[in-house]
C-alpha cells in the first residue's frame, strides 16, 4: 500500500498528487511513467512521474473518466494497491545546446522533470506553456524557475499570447539556433506543433500515450507506427521521433474504446451519488 502524502487541484479538474513510493522515487528518471492500481477493482493506469522528493513522487491528472475521477476523489492519508514503476526509457539527455519544451495543457506535467534534466546536462532550456484557456495553464510558476525562458499562451488569449503553442515555438526557431524540441500535449496538438520543426529538421521528440495495460511490453495494447515499424509505447518509449510518427494510426486506436470508457465513468458517477460520494461504501 502507498501512502498519499498531499493531493488536490491544481486547476480546472488537473489534481496533483504526491505518493509515498521510495522504489519508484530512487529510480525514477526524467521521461518516464508509472502504473497506478487504487484498489483490488480497479484498473491499471499509467500517469508520468512529474516530480520526485525524496522518496516520493508526483503525478499530475486530469479527470477524465472513471478511475482518474475516483483519484482525484482520494485525500492526504488514503493509500494506492499498486504503484509500478518507473517503466519506459528515459528522456534522451544530453547536451544538445538550446532546447524547447512544449507543453499542452496537461502534458505540461511531464516537463519540469526533463527541464531539470536537460539544465543539468548543460543545455539552455526554453520552456512554452500553453493551454485552452487561463483556468486550466498548468504549472507556469514552476517552469519558469526550472527554465532560462518561459513564454505561455491560451487559445483564447486569457492569458499570455494569444494562440497556439505552436505559434510561439515557429518564432523561437526562427529568432534563434534550436537543436531539440519535446512537444507533450493532446495527441492531435503534437502532431500539428511537431510539423513545425519538420522543415528544418529539428531532432523533435513526443511522448505517446496510447492505452496500455501491463506496462512491460507483454500485452500489445500499447502498439504505435513509428518509421514504419511496430513498436510498443511502453518498453520502446514513450517518447519517440515525432517525425517518425503514425500519429493518425494511434488517434484510431485510442479512440477505439470510447464507448465503454463512457459508459465505465457514467456508472461511476451513478454508484457515487448511490453511496454519498463514497466509494469506499
Ligand atoms: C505513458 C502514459 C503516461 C500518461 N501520463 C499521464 C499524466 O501524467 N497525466 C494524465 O492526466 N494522463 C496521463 N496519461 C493518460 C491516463 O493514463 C488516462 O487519462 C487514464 O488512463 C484515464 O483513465 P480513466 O479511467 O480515468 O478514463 P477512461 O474513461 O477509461 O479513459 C479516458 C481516456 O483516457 C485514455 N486511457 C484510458 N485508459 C487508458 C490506459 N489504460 N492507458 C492509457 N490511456 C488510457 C484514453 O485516451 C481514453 O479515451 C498517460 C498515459 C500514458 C500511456
Ligand atoms: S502496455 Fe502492454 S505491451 Fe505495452
Same mark, same amino acid.
Not at 230 to 250: I, M, S, W
Given at each position: ?24 522515487? =530512487? !529510480? $525514477? ?5 508509472? *502504473? ?5 477493482? #480497479?484498473?491499471? @493506469? ?72 536537460? =539544465? !543539468? $546536462? ?5 520552456? *512554452? ?5 487561463? #483556468?486550466?495553464? @498548468? ?88 518509421? #514504419? ?53
Amino acid at each position: 500500500m502507498y501512502k498519499i502524502e498531499k493531493t488536490g487541484p491544481i486547476a480546472d479538474k488537473v489534481y496533483q498528487m504526491w505518493v509515498n513510493a521510495p522504489h519508484v522515487a =530512487r !529510480n $525514477a528518471q526524467a521521461g518516464q511513467f508509472l *502504473i497506478f492500481r487504487i484498489d483490488e477493482s #480497479g484498473e491499471r @493506469i499509467p500517469l508520468t512521474i512529474s516530480a520526485v522528493d525524496g522518496d516520493a513522487v508526483r503525478v499530475i491528472f486530469m479527470a477524465v473518466g472513471k478511475t482518474t475521477t475516483h483519484l482525484a476523489n482520494l485525500k492526504a492519508g488514503d493509500h494506492i494497491l499498486d504503484v509500478a514503476g518507473p517503466l519506459g526509457k528515459p528522456s534522451e539527455i544530453k547536451k544538445f545546446g538550446t532546447c524547447v519544451l512544449v507543453g499542452g495543457g496537461v502534458g505540461t506535467a511531464c516537463l519540469p522533470i526533463i527541464a531539470r534534466a536537460l =539544465r !543539468n $546536462a548543460g543545455n539552455r532550456v526554453i520552456g *512554452i506553456v500553453g493551454a485552452r484557456n487561463a #483556468g486550466l495553464l @498548468i504549472l507556469e510558476d514552476e517552469m519558469g524557475e526550472v527554465c532560462d525562458e518561459l513564454q505561455v499562451s491560451t487559445d483564447d488569449g486569457s492569458r499570455g499570447f494569444h494562440g497556439f503553442a505552436a505559434d510561439l515555438l515557429k518564432q523561437t526557431i526562427a529568432k534563434e539556433p534550436v537543436s531539440a524540441v519535446w512537444i507533450i500535449g493532446p495527441t492531435i496538438m503534437m502532431k500539428v506543433t511537431a510539423e513545425v520543426t519538420r522543415p528544418a529538421g529539428i531532432r523533435t521528440f513526443v511522448s505517446l500515450n496510447p492505452i496500455m495495460v501491463d506496462g512491460t511490453g507483454m500485452c500489445g495494447s500499447c502498439r504505435v507506427t513509428v518509421g #514504419g515499424e511496430t513498436r510498443f509505447a511502453c518498453v520502446d518509449g514513450p517518447e519517440f521521433d515525432a517525425h517518425q510518427v503514425d500519429f493518425n494510426g494511434l488517434m484510431q486506436r485510442m479512440r477505439t474504446y470510447q464507448a465503454e470508457e463512457k459508459e465505465s465513468l457514467e456508472r461511476f458517477h451513478d454508484h457515487q451519488c448511490r453511496c454519498g460520494g463514497n466509494h469506499h461504501a
